[in-house]
């Protein structure tokens, strides 16, 4: 009855290691005349793939710091920085060669996509507005090290992380009540289809929907409120929008059918299980540190009515910055009119995949998943799978997403804690990506078989 836990130790952190030694650039035996930093792929690639950077052209033994930046739309800047040691012949592989121990450094050790994950601006999550254009990375390197300190800029190189991929079409979607934005894979079709939908942020949020099309999923990412005509507010729900979204997606002929996938992070994964549990046509069903129970609006489905679970606010906890601990502000839905919010996911036909950070602190999501399987399996309903990951916090993104620890949260109106612990949450965002795929490629009849899990 209990969720398995996947341990980062107990498997590898990146897909680097799987790059053929001929896909780095050549080092000759001599020294280049010049530090230069390389890039594998060169000079692009999307950004839920690996990258490789290294440098070559210093001296045997050179001590020096690595700096990243990224610049978001908004032209905040997040930036990570790093030192190292070159080897004896003046070259070194971040893949291969671990981060040294020193204060300023973003993180120690042997981490391949240390310098994107560790990205941070404080205060702020890193958010792809525009998926047609990409993000720049920009890697400085520096002379010195952690014991003498950076010193002037020998080699600067950029890189553009993609999210749009060659072929996949994007296609804005404005039909009768519906706001959002289908996204198909390159070819003829038809695809696995899947409805991606975001939480308490509003808006459209186009980036998950995206990189996922580019391995091979018709994605339809759909706004509910926030965004072209849809409620100012997160207030009162109805499901029947939500219901159009599903038939929109049955209907298509680019979607393979006979049934879609959801696919949720946050409020928006309360949303996805109760759409599965009132509407037809729905496959699988994944949650990303989601609830199963009906949080922050009311939600309305012909002439029945959710209301949301009660909140206390007297139970966050603030710091001396003003920064809240929300977890434990939800009443409990076991009990009392709690009880009424709780989502009858009993009366769903999908499978569901609850993932979990163990550290998330928006609110108790690894509670919620073992309730709602004990409720399933109550009902004869399957076992559904369970991902936990130690040392996650909230905010389950795709692969080398930057680790937020802390940012504004719109329902609170003031910065809260999501939790987690970097390292540990990076490990959880690629394993996760996986594990999400495969789901969905196995209970909506992809290309690729089921993946096993990394328990």
């Avoid at 190189?157 to 999210?163: I, K, L, S």
């Avoid at 949303?271 to 129970?293: D, E, H, Q, Y």
């Avoid at 609850?354 to 690894?366: A, M, P, T, Y």
């Avoid at 909230?394 to 080398?400: F, L, S």
Wanted: glycine share 12%; proline share 8%.
């Amino acid at each position: 009855m209990f969720p398995s836990c996947w341990s980062p130790s107990r498997a590898s952190f990146s897909r680097l290691a799987a790059f053929p030694a001929s896909f780095l650039p050549r080092f000759g035996s001599s020294m280049a005349a010049n530090p230069r930093v390389l890039f594998a792929p060169s000079g692009r690639s999307l950004f839920d793939e690996p990258l490789r950077l290294s440098v070559e052209g210093l001296r045997p033994g050179q001590e020096v710091t690595l700096e990243a930046s990224l610049e978001d739309e908004r032209q905040e800047l997040f930036e990570a920085r790093a030192f190292y040691r070159a080897d004896a012949e003046g070259r070194l592989d971040v893949s291969r060669s671990p981060a040294l121990e020193g204060e300023g450094g973003s993180f120690s050790g042997l981490e391949p996509m240390g310098l994107l994950w560790s990205l941070r601006r404080p205060m702020r999550r890193l958010v792809k507005r525009d998926v047609q254009t990409p993000f720049v990375l920009k890697v400085d390197v520096r002379g010195g090290g952690p014991s003498e300190g950076p010193g002037p800029v020998l080699a600067h190189g950029t890189h553009e992380r993609a999210f749009l991929g060659e072929g996949t079409r994007r296609i804005p979607v404005r039909e009768g009540a519906l706001r959002g934005t289908l996204f198909l894979p390159p070819g003829n079709g038809p695809f696995p289809g899947i409805i991606d939908l975001y939480g308490a942020g509003g808006g459209l949020p186009e980036y998950r929907a995206c990189l996922l099309a580019n391995r091979g999923f018709a994605m339809f990412a759909l706004a509910y409120y926030g965004y072209e005509g849809l409620p100012k507010q997160l207030k009162d729900l109805r499901l029947e929008y939500f219901e159009e979204g599903v038939n929109y997606m049955l209907k298509h002929p680019m979607v393979k059918g006979p049934g879609i996938g959801l696919l949720g992070h946050s409020k928006a994964g309360d949303l996805c299980v109760s759409m599965a549990s009132f509407l037809k046509g729905i496959t699988a069903i994944v949650t990303v540190n989601g609830s199963v129970v009906n949080v922050g609006a009311a939600l309305h489905y012909k002439d029945i009515t959710i209301p949301p679970i009660g909140v206390d606010t007297k139970r966050a906890k603030f710091d001396s910055a003003g920064v809240a601990d929300i977890i434990d502000v939800l009443e409990d839905p076991l009990e009392g009119e709690g009880r009424k919010s709780f989502i009858p996911l009993e009366r769903a036909e999908g499978r569901f995949l609850f993932i979990v950070g163990q550290d998330d602190h928006n609110w108790k999501s690894e509670f919620y998943a073992n309730e709602g399987s004990k409720r399933l399996q109550a009902h004869g309903k399957s076992k559904p799978e369970i991902i936990c990951y130690p040392g996650a916090g909230h905010y389950i993104e795709p692969p080398y997403m930057p680790f937020c620890a802390v940012s504004m949260h719109f329902l609170v109106g003031s910065p809260v804690i999501w939790g987690g612990e970097p390292r540990a949450h990076a490990a959880a965002q690629e394993d996760a990506w996986q594990q999400i795929q495969a789901f969905f490629h196995k209970h909506l009849g992809g290309e690729q078989g089921a993946k096993e899990s990394r328990l």
